[in-house]
């Protein structure tokens, strides 16, 4: 915040609105002072806790943001820059908030001054008014634009001040343009819903009758079911036409100074101003109602005045006396005829289709149905014939033309005739009937809903006709609809009803497009624009429906543009014939020709706004920007203050239900440890689970790698075992979430809709895709994937153009829509936003569920794990209260649904994997680009280990199954090679991506990829160290076909997203860790940093074995070696024994093995399953060292004891340095042993103890280890014993302590186990081994009578091993790597 002030705020000026911005401030902590002429407010402002002021520069003073009033231009020089203006009292670095309704132009300016001025204050525009929406009904909204700097300078006041808030970065004005945008919406909006009632009364549709079925339906509107309302009772006189087209007037003069084409705002004022002309004189209170019945000629009032009845029970009445229906006639199989005729299938009926298309007449017969020759053919012995066709061309054809039905229909019949047609049509078509003497009935039944809803028989049908007609067809209207309206008038009623719909339908869309057109000509955020105008009285049923169409530029045709030409048509047809004037409807019109004219007309209906893209030069398409991820997080509110995980263990204890989490693949398990996963779901198994009472369990569904059909099936049959094993177990209660992708992928909402077939309807589908670990965001409805430091819409990643289950919405309201196809429409999907979750706490997310209607969908914003557990907590109180729910998540909730509390990390030594010899086994099927990075990446960090081996995706999925079969044995056969010789083995398909012509293909080579996969692995004889598998169908499959693991235990978790489990004993190699790392988890080298942290390479720094032996009380062997049997001998003994240990080489033994013996000492140490370090030993010449430090060597000794004192630290001092810069351990020898060591021979008389004197000055070299003499020899000690000075020892123990070096003890041979034990308690950590060794290796040699020189190294190998494992015990490191 900017400023001393801290928290406080001012007002100038209190209005209603202004007033509760204060109130909020308030209750929000912060100190709030005002200024405002009004005595009432001022006191209702101190009464609660404001302080008052008596001037605008009083409020100024100490304030860290100042919200000024202004309502005309000439207020801004007296209130900001006057004597007492605002000015005179705010302090640098203030934020100033306009709230205001003054142009844009006018704020800029003010802008200006104050820049020009060099005031450093940030200003904001605060456009302050209340929400509309159901969501957001009477609350306080805020629209505010400004520079980023001062919108992140007042977001903390912004924030406390409304429910909601919007924020345009940029010019500041922007809360002016919204404004305009809205009421240029609500203008068409008003002459549309008066055309629309009048059309419908002068066609004899009783008004409030069209008024409840149309505010229900796609024609709806904020305006039409606010206003007609008040227009039927003459509760709203004409001032309100002065008012709003005074508004409209300074919107349309905006629009022709950019200049734009606002055509439909432009008739709808003209019409606003006819209206006001018919009223007399000074008598502004004229009724609206009578002011528009002189406008378009109609006695809306007389009609509002009739006699009401309900439709619906009409309908009830009708379908109850319906007479029954055996045989059923359907001409017209295009989309929604085809899932009308197949849901009458379903119903038991008999029907017999036509259509001109021929490949849907096999399509019918598939789905059971007959198919006719024509529509003659199809009127056979049938009791009702439904047409369903475009047009009323069409419908003439099909009746009348050349073999039509009307020629061979039976006597009796009834026909249902379902297209949108005319009133007039319809009418006329009723009468033709009856003359062909033949008793035929028409039923007049338009048909709404779509594609989706006519094949489910949940269309919205209104219905006309006679008594008689009606009864007859019943049976087929009830078993098609969901809502069922009976019109009185006679055929053509219904479709008066339809017309009228689709009158406000087509307006509603046509102002969409102007209104974002402009929208984006006034520069404003389209995408947020449209988030606004939806809580605004601006909004419609088709605003909120297809705007988000254009925003994607997407006009998939759900509905084509032709469809409202031919709509609109019928309606300025009708008007015309009825005399009633269309003005805004016959401009609707017009814009659709136009688009059809374009060459647009079998797009999507929303394309209409490419008419005013081409005219105005404008792009109405609003991609979602990327964001910078820190400055999102940080404009956040503040997190709920408390943490709820007790509570919800506390509720978890009580009546909490068991999370049933069904997981489409394993890595749902990522945010859990000690959690049991079923992969069979047996009654039996999941009885066994709530038999247990635990929080949680996973059943592993892998219904990903499944057909939508399989898996919803799939899903019936595992919650149809879930409802039988609940009753079983004393009717245990539980929770089913269906956890699935972050990034949005899977069966939804298949898997939902399978669910609740067998489970029932729920109080509400909870919709919540946050994983924290994998970088996935909800914040404002959007749903975000992060990508270093930016969060990206999802709808623009990689995951979003998957094959199988790819999208476009980023927006979770508009994703539900787009997966629903529809049926769940975007404005209906209820959202718990994150300011909800951290003001409100868990009491507000439990009220806000409760108050869900039945069956909602319902998405949850969340940025932080505390957002998580706070919604978790809310709905196990809600649960606790009764309601019940069905989740589709991520693996974020899951964990805060049962109040998880993270551990550390799984490493290899929290299973017994560390002892194996074998290689690890890496399986990679996932395809997504971050797979494809992360394995190069761990393919050139681990390159010397790594063995890869690549399955081609075009053999195992695409050719023969000869070459398939061959190419999973060449890969079984190198992966058993690798995984014995202990390499880390990675099997994974070929990266280039193939795809087949459609999804269920592409799921098929993916199928048939993972099942080669499941191949490979299952044949592989040689047990792997552990199991990484990549992918979640690939970690599925390799699992649970592979593997044949039927259980398992999530342990914890490798990296954060990435869960671990130990495998049930029934699996093929029980024990084993089994790694199950997501596709779609991690940075570019997190594959590559869990293959290191699962390495059993625990490093091999000399210095960090000597630090451990020291911490622990035990000392290193070194070990001098010679040849492959001594390497190997010391590796084998060092791993069986669980011990750290140094291979040491003697330039002796360099002079003859040479490079190639360090290279094996090398190799064999980083392929050890056990720490162990190479050392170069006895370095007597700079040429030897130089030499030494360039090969590789974790260690060195720089022998100077030949040499005087000061020459030896001479020596000394200049290896270290050198060795020092490679990070080069170095070990150095003060005093001097006697004995022999490889040809090298120091006679007693040479030999000289460690002084205690020089070693201090001797460690000023730098070294890190000490080699002294203390009476130790190199080879034999004498018959009487060792003679070890361990008094001074322990003197340079003391020393060697203060100057952080480690002591080493040259000449080990030989020396008993109690003075081994003193030499460590006296600080020696590393003793050197050579003479025993030899001696064994030299006695096997020659006792040997084994004449085959494999079996002489066997022989020698092992007569070293067992030296050196006893030295291994002796020194006390076994057990200790």
């Not at 007389?302 to 439709?311: F, I, N, R, T």
């Not at 009976?486 to 719909?501: E, F, L, P, Q």
């Not at 061959?966 to 079984?972: D, L, N, Q, Y």
Request: some cysteine.
């Amino acid at each position: 915040m900017g400023g001393d002030g801290g928290g406080v705020v001012g007002f100038v000026g209190l209005d209603l609105f202004s007033f509760e911005l204060a109130s909020s401030l308030l209750r929000s902590g912060f100190k709030v002072q005002a200024f405002e002429i009004s005595t009432e407010m001022v006191e209702k402002f101190t009464e609660l806790g404001g302080c008052k002021c008596d001037s605008p520069a009083d409020v100024g003073k100490g304030a860290a943001a100042v919200v000024v009033l202004l309502s005309h231009p000439d207020q801004i020089e007296d209130v900001i820059f006057g004597e007492e203006g605002v000015m005179k009292g705010l302090q640098k670095g203030a934020v100033l908030l306009l709230s205001s309704t003054i142009s844009p132009m006018h704020l800029q300016k003010l802008e200006k001054q104050l820049a020009e001025g060099r005031e450093q204050i940030f200003v904001v525009d605060a456009y302050v008014l209340k929400g509309m929406s159901e969501l957001l009904d009477g609350k306080l909204m805020i629209i505010a634009s400004g520079r980023s700097d001062s919108i992140t300078r007042a977001q903390p006041y912004l924030t406390a001040m409304c429910q909601k808030l919007y924020t345009f970065e940029g010019e500041i004005g922007a809360g002016s343009k919204v404004k305009m945008v809205n009421e240029l919406l609500e203008g068409i909006h008003l002459v549309a819903a008066v055309e629309a009632i009048s059309l419908g009364s002068q066609a004899g549709v009783h008004p409030w009758i069209l008024y409840d079925i149309i505010s229900n339906a796609a024609g709806n509107s904020w305006i039409y079911k606010n206003h007609i309302p008040l227009l039927l009772k003459s509760d709203i006189d004409g001032r309100f036409l002065d008012v709003l087209s005074q508004n409209l007037g300074i919107v349309e003069d905006k629009a022709k100074s950019l200049p734009f084409p606002v055509p439909l705002l432009a008739v709808a004022r003209q019409q606003l101003i006819l209206g006001i002309s018919q009223m007399h004189g000074d008598d502004t209170a004229t009724s609206l109602a009578k002011i528009w019945e002189k406008v378009l000629g109609v006695g809306i009032l007389k009609a509002a005045s009739k006699e009401l009845y309900k439709p619906e029970d009409l309908a009830k009445e009708i379908t109850s006396q319906a007479k029954p229906v055996k045989r059923i006639g359907f001409i017209g199989l295009g989309a929604m005829g085809f899932g009308m005729a197949a849901h009458l299938l379903k119903s038991n009926f008999s029907v017999r289709g036509y259509d001109v298309y021929k490949p849907t007449l096999v399509r019918f017969e598939g789905v059971g149905g007959l198919a006719a020759n024509s529509p003659a053919d199809v009127t056979k012995d049938v009791d009702v014939l439904v047409i369903m066709v475009t047009n009323e061309v069409q419908a003439e054809d099909v009746l009348y033309g050349h073999l039509g039905a009307v020629e061979a229909i039976p006597s009796g019949t009834t026909v249902v005739l379902a297209s949108t047609v005319s009133p007039a049509f319809v009418s006329q078509l009723e009468r033709r009937l009856e003359n062909e003497g033949k008793d035929l009935k028409l039923v007049d039944s338009p048909v709404s809903g779509g594609v989706k809803r006519a094949a489910m028989g949940e269309l919205t049908i209104m219905a006309s006709g006679t008594e008689e007609a009606l009864k007859s067809a019943g049976v087929v209207l009830s078993a098609l609809s969901e809502k069922l309206y009976v019109i009185r008038g006679g055929c053509g009623a219904g479709s008066g009803v339809k017309m009228v719909n689709q009158l406000l339908a087509g307006v509603h869309i046509a102002s969409a497009a102007e209104a974002m057109a402009f929208g984006a000509r006034l520069g404003l955020n389209t995408r947020k624009l449209f988030n606004v105008i939806s809580n605004c009285g601006g909004t419609s049923w088709m605003f909120e429906n297809r705007v988000p169409h254009m925003l994607d530029n997407d006009y998939t045709p759900y509905s084509a543009l032709d469809i409202f030409v031919k709509d609109l048509g019928i309606v300025t047809r009708d008007g015309s014939s009825r005399k009633v004037p269309l003005h805004i409807s016959t401009v609707a019109h017009q814009l659709f020709l136009a688009g059809s004219a374009a060459g647009w007309g079998r797009i999507d209906d929303a394309g209409v706004v490419k008419v005013y893209e081409t005219l105005g030069g404008v792009k109405v398409e609003g991609k979602l920007p990327v964001l910078k991820k820190q400055d999102v997080l940080t404009s956040l509110p503040s997190e709920w203050p408390f943490d709820p995980t007790d509570d919800i263990h506390r509720l978890n204890m009580g009546k909490s239900k068991t999370l049933v989490v069904l997981d489409d693949d394993p890595t749902g398990t990522q945010t859990v440890h000690d959690i049991e996963v079923l992969t069979e779901w047996s009654v039996e198994s999941i009885f066994e689970q709530f038999r247990k009472k635990p929080a949680c369990f996973f059943i592993l569904t892998n219904s990903r790698s499944l057909s939508s059909e399989k898996a919803s099936a799939l899903i019936k049959d595992i919650c149809s075992n879930i409802c039988a094993a609940s009753k079983e177990a004393d009717n245990a209660d539980y929770t089913i979430v269906l956890r699935g992708d972050s990034t949005l992928r899977g069966h939804f909402p298949q898997e939902a809709d399978a669910a609740v077939s067998v489970l029932g309807e729920m109080d509400a589908w909870i919709i919540c895709p946050f994983f924290l670990q994998g970088g996935r965001y909800t914040i404002d409805d959007v749903h975000y994937v992060a990508d270093s430091d930016r969060l990206v819409p999802a709808g623009e990643t990689e995951f979003a153009k998957d094959a199988s289950f790819g999208y476009k919405s980023s927006n979770l309201r508009e994703w539900v829509e787009e997966k629903t196809a529809g049926t769940i429409p975007a404005n209906s999907v209820e959202s718990i936003s994150i300011q909800l979750l951290r003001t409100g706490g868990p009491d507000a997310v439990c009220e806000f569920l409760c108050s869900l209607k039945k069956g909602s969908a319902c998405i949850v914003n969340a940025a932080s794990d505390r957002d998580m557990a706070v919604f978790a907590a809310g709905m196990i109180q809600a649960e606790q209260k009764g309601k019940s729910f069905l989740c589709r998540t991520a693996a974020s909730f899951v964990s805060a649904r049962i109040g998880i509390i993270p551990k550390d990390l799984v490493l290899p030594k929290d299973f017994a994997s560390d002892k194996e010899s074998s290689g690890a086994l890496i399986v990679v099927g996932s395809y997504v680009p971050k797979t494809t990075k992360q394995v190069e990446e761990l393919q050139s960090q681990h390159k010397q280990k790594l063995r890869s081996i690549e399955i081609s995706v075009e053999k195992v999925a695409l050719k023969s199954s000869e070459v398939r079969a061959a190419e999973i044995s060449r890969a079984v056969e190198m992966a058993d090679a690798f995984l014995r010789a202990g390499r880390e083995t990675l099997i994974m398909s070929s990266r280039e991506l193939i795809t087949g012509k459609t999804s269920s293909e592409s799921l098929d080579i993916n199928s048939k990829v993972s099942s080669a996969l499941v191949e490979v692995v299952s044949q592989i004889t040689t047990r792997p160290r552990y199991i990484l598998a990549k992918g979640g169908i690939t970690s599925s499959d390799t699992a649970t076909k592979a593997l044949k693991a039927r259980r398992a235990l999530v342990i914890g978790q490798a990296l954060a997203g990435v869960p671990v489990w130990k495998l049930g004993p029934e699996s093929r190699h029980p024990g084993v860790p089994y790694i199950v790392f997501p596709g779609n988890v991690g940075s570019s080298t997190a594959l590559a940093e869990v293959v290191k942290s699962w390495s059993v390479v625990a490093g091999r720094s000399t210095k960090e074995l000597l630090l451990n032996a020291e911490n622990g009380g035990y000392a290193i062997g070194a070990f001098n070696v010679y040849n492959l049997e001594g390497i190997e001998a010391v590796v084998e003994a060092a791993e069986e024994e669980n011990s750290p240990a140094i291979l040491q080489v003697h330039p002796g033994a360099f002079k003859h093995g040479g490079i190639p013996l360090v290279s094996c000492c090398i190799s064999a140490a980083e392929q050890a399953r056990v720490p162990i370090s190479v050392h170069f030993d006895h370095g007597t010449t700079k040429h030897e060292l130089l030499e030494a430090l360039e090969l590789g060597f974790d260690s060195v000794m720089v022998d100077g004891s030949h040499l005087s004192f000061t020459e030896n630290v001479t020596y000394t001092k200049s290896i270290t340095e050198l060795a020092r810069s490679r990070n080069i351990m170095v070990e150095a020898e003060l005093g001097r042993l006697s004995g022999t060591e490889d040809g090298l021979t120091v006679e007693d008389y040479e030999a000289k103890l460690t002084s205690v004197h020089q070693a201090q000055e001797f460690m000023e070299t730098g070294i890190d280890a000490l080699a002294v003499c203390i009476g130790n020899v190199h080879g034999k000690y004498p018959e009487s014993g060792p003679n070890l000075k361990l008094d001074l020892l322990k003197e340079l123990h003391n020393l060697s302590s203060k100057k952080g070096a480690f002591l080493v003890l040259h000449g080990a041979s030989g020396l008993p186990e109690k003075l081994i034990k003193e030499c460590i308690e006296n600080g020696v950590s590393k003793f050197n081994v050579n003479t025993e060794v030899r001696k064994a290796y030299m006695d096997a040699l020659t006792s040997s009578k084994k004449t085959d020189l494999v079996d002489l190294m066997s022989t020698t190998k092992a007569a070293m091993k067992a030296v050196i494992a006893d030295k291994i015990r002796l020194f006390g490191s076994a057990g200790k790597a």
